[in-house]
Nanobody, 117 residues
């Protein structure tokens, strides 16, 4: 089991920045991957960014490349999503995901990001 607690969502103007945090209940070095997904109203949940814990490889949704950065702090068992140059299209509920080696994956409760134009 992994409990995930997200924070950092807010209302921000277009062009602004936010940093989302996701604190895991166990050592993230025991996990396979951690990622951020988002879901806009009326749309499917989509992968925004993901990091492989061992090795640190990352992948991003094409529309956020160059603007968003995913990172981890292993000492704090936390994954971050730095979001810059936000646009209204980035609005949605952002969910943290932890992919384990043997127990499937787990989700946080989500944090709302709203970007006003």
């Amino acid at each position: 089991q992994v409990q995930l607690v997200e924070s950092g969502g807010d209302l921000v103007q277009a062009g602004g920045s936010l940093r989302l945090s996701c604190a895991a209940s166990r050592n993230i070095l025991s996990l396979k991957r951690m990622g951020w997904y988002r879901q806009a109203p009326g749309k499917q949940r989509e992968l925004v960014a993901r990091v492989t814990i061992i090795g640190g490889s990352t992948n991003y949704l094409r529309s956020v490349k160059g603007r968003f950065t995913i990172s981890t702090d292993n000492a704090k068992n936390t994954v971050y999503l730095q979001m810059n140059s936000l646009s209204p299209d980035d609005t949605g509920v952002y969910y943290c995901n932890a992919d384990t080696w043997q127990d499937g994956d787990f989700w946080g409760q989500g944090t709302q990001v709203t970007v006003s134009s």
